[in-house]
């Protein structure tokens, strides 16, 4: 018999309806599967949570439901989000999803569901999202602010922006260190909720930490996976955006946003922080003069990774050949000719000997210290094209993401872990043949996860170099010493090099910020990404441990950042 979606998500939102404004907390557990999850984004507390089973559902509502007043709740009938049937090919079950807006204590409310039958027949959530979308009183406004040409005639709008713009430099209530792609789209999101907000960026120009990485750069991810807030990319825009285009368009990004921007500023070491009236005195260094602030709220959008990993490798003075970081490598045309040596095996390793074959290094070859994560760019972009289809609005794509947690999406990848095997097969052998050591996680969690977890690699076509040999491995060892004319590692071997490449990562965000804060203030703060017990981003998006004080990184769709 045809399921038939719209009866079975009111019957469903009904006893939602009833279990919220009765703030029973079993009645609301029962709606949902025994193993089923709630994601909770600033709804019942100030915090993301994500909570597996009845009796953590259960718990977790207890003494937050009758206080988040859920209440107005409705169907959402928009495009893609109305009550459909649909297909979860990781459990080969046929689901009911749906999308929701209601109201609660704190603002406008959004949430998605999927129903499954129990045992019973009833359907029951498998998953349910609810978050608040929208702070009440602090609404996202729809048109940026002083460019309305509905305005009086007469209204001067440069002046009005111009004071405007002074305000927010003289008075910032929130400071962002870092103009990089997730700082100026947390910034235009703050200033869509008229929140006064200045970013710092330590380049002379908007977009050069990403002018400044090595030429072949190209993001890993399609368009539609990370198109920015409000401003969607071209239509002819390139599926993988390069380096310096994807610089300039930040670049174009905070003109067209009116959002305000410092480059060639710093933020000054040990800002102190007043608890009285909650507010921190910062020094920031614009283009060489200090200037005195007192935000409330301080967001280091500085990146996931820290200062380049550098490890102490012994004789380094010794050896006569070239040594740098990846993060300074500008190309490999000036290694033409040369014996490179390139420790690591991530993202950035294979992109660097790819592009070093192409230039005609005479010799290349990759140190693997252990084994790596690596899935196809074709298989990746073709799950990612499933998850952000062309049809769909962004808005719909990303609140369906969002209603997926990354912890039953571990579960998920963790049982398919004979498929990921099968299905990238073909890429796997030829880097075996190579000597590459492979692996899907300590758990089997396979790459998307990892790259929540501690960063993963992916192929875009360097196994092949691998496989015939143009790309060298080296798998299970690392340097040990520098000699005049190469490394020896610790198998005992000596490889002979005129450059070496260090593709080794990067200091852990938290510590890279110790001497910036101080210890006192990072002692208080908890870890900094990484997935925690309920598979949420630490101390990402949400309270660090510190007031006043938040991390953002890069994620595939855009939360509120809590700011308590």
């Known amino acids: 018999m045809a399921l038939n979606p719209r009866l079975i998500a009111s019957t469903w939102l009904t006893a939602f309806r009833t279990a919220s404004q009765s703030g029973d907390g079993g009645a609301f557990a029962a709606l949902f599967l025994p193993n089923g999850w709630l994601r909770d984004l600033l709804v019942f507390t100030w915090d993301i949570h994500s909570l597996e089973g009845r009796d953590k559902v259960a718990a977790h509502v207890a003494n937050t439901l009758a206080n988040a007043q859920i209440q107005d709740i409705r169907l959402d009938d928009t495009a893609h989000l109305a009550p459909e049937v649909s297909f979860l090919p990781q459990i080969h079950a046929v689901d009911v999803e749906f999308a929701i807006t209601f109201e609660c204590r704190t603002g406008h409310g959004r949430g998605h569901i999927r129903l499954l039958p129990d045992q019973d027949g009833t359907f029951r959530a498998l998953t349910a999202l609810l978050m608040l979308s929208d702070l009440r009183g602090h609404e996202e406004q729809n048109i940026l602010t002083f460019r309305d040409d509905t305005a009086a005639p007469g209204r001067d709008l440069q002046k009005d922006f111009a004071n405007w713009v002074h305000g927010v430099e003289t008075n910032p209530h929130v400071l962002i260190v870092g103009a990089g792609q997730t700082g100026v789209q947390v910034a235009a999101r703050f200033k869509a909720l008229q929140i006064p907000t ?177 899935s196809g760019r074709a298989f990746l972009t073709g799950l990612a094209r499933q998850r952000w289809p062309d049809e769909w609005p962004l808005d719909a794509a990303d609140l369906k993401a969002a209603a997926f947690p990354l912890g039953l999406q571990k579960q998920w990848s963790i049982a398919s872990q004979d498929f990921m095997w099968a299905v990238e097969k073909e890429l796997h052998d030829k880097l075996r043949k190579g000597g590459v050591q492979l692996t899907l996680g300590p758990e089997g969690e396979g790459l998307y996860i990892l790259v929540h977890e501690r960063l993963g690699g992916q192929d875009k076509g360097g196994a092949d170099l691998i496989a015939d040999g143009r790309i060298k491995v080296k798998s299970g060892v690392a340097p040990a010493r520098f000699t005049q004319f190469g490394v020896v590692l610790t198998d005992g071997s000596e490889l002979i090099a005129d450059a070496v490449i260090l593709s080794t990562g990067y200091v852990h965000i938290k510590e890279t910020n110790r001497a910036l804060l101080g210890d006192e203030i990072v002692d208080q703060i908890g870890e900094v990404y990484g997935l925690d017990s309920e598979g949420e981003l630490r101390a990402s998006y949400r309270p660090s441990g510190h007031p006043g004080v938040s991390f953002v990184q890069v994620l595939f769709y855009l939360e509120f950042v809590v700011m308590n």
């Not at 990993?309 to 000719?337: C, K, M, T, W």
């Not at 230039?359 to 290349?364: K, P, Q, R, T």
């Open 198 to 374: 200045l970013v710092i960026e330590r380049h002379a120009q908007v977009g050069d930490v990403w002018r400044k990485r090595y030429p072949t750069l190209a993001l890993h991810t399609i368009k539609r996976q990370n198109t920015l807030l409000y401003q969607p990319y071209p239509s002819n825009w390139p599926e993988y955006t390069p380096r310096d285009k994807l610089a300039d368009w930040l670049e174009h990004y905070v003109s067209i946003q009116d959002l305000v921007v410092w480059t060639d500023s710093e933020l000054q070491p040990r800002p102190v922080y007043d608890a009285v009236t909650g507010t921190w005195d910062v020094t920031i260094c614009r283009q060489g003069k200090d200037v005195k602030l007192r935000p409330a709220h301080i967001i280091l959008a500085t990146g996931t990774l820290g200062k380049p990993y550098v490890p102490d490798i012994p004789g380094r003075d010794a050896f006569r050949g070239q040594v740098l970081h990846s993060e300074g490598f500008n190309g490999a045309a000036e290694f033409a000719g040369k014996r490179v040596v390139v420790v690591g095996a991530g993202n950035s390793s294979i992109d660097i000997c790819q592009d070093l074959v192409t230039e005609g290094a005479e010799e290349v070859t990759m140190i693997q210290r252990s084994p790596t994560c690596v």
